[in-house]
């Protein structure tokens, strides 16, 4: 298949090694990928911000970038965020309507059913749960809220994670409590959210795991920020990351 | 109290509100359970009424013909039981000291009466609810709030299975005054700790009579 | 709410006495900040919320229809505001027609004015009162007390909170706030006939409001309640509830006063099938509450005499003119959303500074005070136009609430309404650094520049975490490292591998 990443305008900026290494898996499970050049941002920050008016350039760049999608030019799209999917097929279109642009949002509704989450796209597109990866660490992993609840991935990242090779997965208690991220709601309301990254840290540190994973780098900078905040030794790593960890290239942590 | 002009400019509001070309009415999809599926009055039903009952903490007695023993023993202890009209009179048999609300009784008269006897309109066994709807043998809806004791009697073929069979029963008569009652009164307001007992009856006490009784003369339809 | 001079030892929450009951305090971040410091207070919501929503997805998961009746529910309310002036109509057409009075009331104010005359025309001095949010809404009790009439609140909690001073910190356990040691001390120091020696057992308490609220209610001429919902075709009113302080209420007096937010009306008598299902087990997670009260206008030899019902707009009109805000008005407060709220668990409801707290608060609230209306309540920053910033958007409540409000697009909506109020405003400096950034991340020229310019602090920084930035990074340094930069941009990283597509 012919794949093209859409990176997110986070992972693209500070944390690329979650690109990288989806870029790595695909490839290795013998894809052809693509990271085309004009993207950037879902507009997902400025639409949840109430900035809904503001964020009409971004999707329209966003859906501009993809749109050759819908001539061929690529089989799927895949991000390795699941909010930044939810955002496009569920706000993008809605947005585009309300700032009058209908062809816009008829656009992005197509663009956006050729759209998944990495763990989709894995298990539903590709049709494998065992992609070959090695990973010997004792994980446990954050279910992120709009991967649960938007996009009901479900037991889909248990699933992959469970068929890598060495991984010990460890079940984190009140895993499905927000991490109190929440995009701008971290500073807008950053005494509340310090005290739910504060708790969500706390099941993690119980669980002894040695990485934490989630299919968002998004959540994933809020959990780790507090974790490495207390010195606890747990680090952080995206699904995708695990995923293209093998004997061969193994999984570096921090390093690009 | 208000004139006109207050309730002509809150309707007005409303349809400005809905705008020149209101929402259409939309269609309710009902594909949830309309009836339940275990069968009125079968022993299923009967079992599933007492189980959840119970776990409301309601005394629950089985009773297959002989209901004025059960209801006897249900009410040894009190000397006064207040029987609204309509309860069958051979149900009486057993009990000393009963009360009849005729002429209609005080407040303070219903405060000093220890217990209270009563039939039933319809019970729903899924939720462990009895309803009463005011008709023969129920008395108005102080006489089974007051006292402190509610004895009632649940015969076979008034226990329904869902919540809608129940909700279908009482559409006959929806304009009489309606208590669904599921367990004795409860609060959970301090630190959710469930206390039974506060305003209402602190102890209700349920028989579920499984069979026709006195001759097969005791049927739901009587209302 | 009325003053007290009791003991020193019980405080109310919160300590200044509130404005409005829709709307006191300052904005939402600077509540939180007072609230989050209460350990004793965040120590009993976790355990509250926790065992709360167990029995709910306990008794939720028990009926295999629980899905359709949601759907049910959901449906009923929308064809509920699509019809409402038919409905509303034919509500009071059918209560009048079985002996009630019906009237009409569209703000707070008005609907006071009504219940107030209604208690002097019954010549009381005393009322009793079944909990109800609409009355809380209008702070119908302080309205009694400035006519010389003494409103007694007889739900336990609801109790509570009028010894204490309170004002409510959840729809249905408005004083999950409070611990039962303080429970006792508010008792003793404030009911004045509390039995000495009582003790902080619930039991025990419970039992104390018991012995106190009884010789009330026998005596009581007047009762005022809230309805859960009136069904237009048949006028029958319903009251849902677990102490048998309702039925005392609906029951005895000689009057009985209904103040009912327009929203509440029902369709058909065969609704009750959905909602006495969605209801209880959204709420107390029982399979049903312990007891529900119906009425139809006055029955003759049974209950009261004389029926009033208020129907009351206070803002509801405000919502309903609003498509996308609408479907606030589906809720039947059964306070579900509440309790799997991570941002309520944490903060508690004073936080929103409303007797609407909780998810549903954060929307609901704006909206009765016309949040983004030209004159009316705007900004981020605005203690209405605050709330809803108030929640992560992570949809749980959404998932819980038994009608089906899409709460977080809701939350997103009035988001937009806050920052772009109608008649406009002039740009605040977060509007213009979002202008900024939407340029940038509108160009994918514009972000790897960015890319590479992270890189370059990496490489600064050597890849490490940092521990500090300069505000507003502070607000997230505060608590929290950043995990340090790349010290190669995607793009060089994509550039070197094979080049970028075109
Ligand atoms: S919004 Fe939904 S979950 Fe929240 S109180 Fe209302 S009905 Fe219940």
Known sequence: MRIAVFATCLVGTVMPRAATATVRLLERLGHTVDLPAGQACCGQMHVNTGYGPEAMGVIRNHVRTFAPVLDGRWDAIVAPSGSCVASTRHQQADVARRGGDGRLAHTAEQVAAHTYELSELLVDVLGVTDVGAWFPHTVTYHPTCHSLRLLRVGDRPVRLLGAVEGLELRDLGEAEQCCGFGGTFALKNAETSAAMVADKADEIQATGAEVVTAGDWSCLLNIAGALDRRRSGVRAAHLAEILASTRDEPWQGAAL | MTGPTVREEMLARVRTALGPQPPAPAGVPRDYRRTGTLPRGSAEALDLLADRLEDYRATVVRSTDDVAAAVAALLADVDSVLVPDGVPEDWLTGLTGTVRDAPPLSHDQLDNVAAVLTTCRVAIAETGTVVLDGGPGQGRRALTLVPDRHVVVVLADQVVHAVPDAVAVLAAHPHRPLTWISGPSATSDIELVRVEGVHGPRDLRVVIVAAPTGGGTLTASRT | ????????????????????????????????????????????????????????????????????????????????????????????????????????????????????????????????????????????????????????????????????????????????????????????????????????????????????????????????????????????????????????????????????GIEKVLPTFTDLEVFLQLLPRSSTGERMNPYTSMWTGV?????????????????????????????????????????????????????????????????????LLGLGEEGGPFGAHDPTGSLPFASTLCGACYEACPVKIDIPSALVHLRERSLHPDGGHPPTATDLAMVGAARVLASGRLLRLAGWAAALVGRATGGRPIHWLPWPGSLWTRVRDVPGLPRRSLSAWWRDRQGWSR
């Open chain 3, 299 to 367: 029955t003759p030899g049974d209950g009261p005499s004389e029926f009033h019902l208020v129907l009351l707009d206070n803002g509801r009109t405000r919502a309903l003119a609003d498509e996308l805000g609408r479907p606030a008005l589906h809720c039947i407060r059964c306070s579900a959303c509440l309790n799997v709220c991570p941002v309520y668990e944490h903060t508690g409801g004073h936080a929103y500074g409303s007797v609407y707290p909780g998810p549903i608060g954060a929307i609901l609230t704006p909206q």
């Open chain 3, 1 to 260: 709410m009325s003053t007290f001079l009791g003991m020193p030892t019980v405080r109310p929450h919160p300590a200044d006495p509130p404005g409005a009951p829709l709307r006191w305090g300052p904005s939402f971040p600077e509540a939180a900040h007072q609230t989050l410091r209460d350990e004793q207070l965040r120590a009993n919501l976790r355990t509250a919320t926790r065992t709360i929503r167990d029995k709910r997805r306990r008794v939720t998961a028990e009926l295999g229809d629980w899905e359709q009746l949601r759907d049910a529910g959901a449906a009923i309310k929308a064809d509920v505001m699509a019809r409402l002036p038919e409905l509303l109509t034919e509500l009071e057409a059918n209560v009048t027609a079985h002996g009630g009075v019906v009237h009409w009331a569209r703000d707070a104010a008005e609907a006071n004015a009504v219940v107030t005359e209604i208690v002097r025309a019954a010549g009381a001095r005393e009322v009793v009162k079944v909990k109800s949010m609409a009355t809380q809404e209008i702070g119908l009790n302080d309205a009694l007390a400035a006519a010389g009439i003494d409103a007694v609140e007889t739900d336990l909690a609801e109790r509570i909170v009028q010894l204490a001073g309170d004002m409510p910190s959840h729809i249905l356990v408005p004083a999950i706030h409070r611990n039962r040691a303080e429970i006792q001390e508010i008792f003793t120091h404030r009911m004045g006939d509390a039995p000495a020696g009582l003790s902080d057992e619930p039991r025990e308490l419970a039992m104390a409001a018991r012995a106190h609220l009884r010789a009330r209610f026998l005596r009581a001429e007047v009762a005022i309640s809230g309805a859960n919902m009136a069904i237009a075709e048949t006028g029958t009113v319903a009251v849902v509830e677990s102490e048998g302080n309702g039925r005392m209420c609906l029951t005895l007096p000689r009057v009985l006063v209904t103040v009912m």
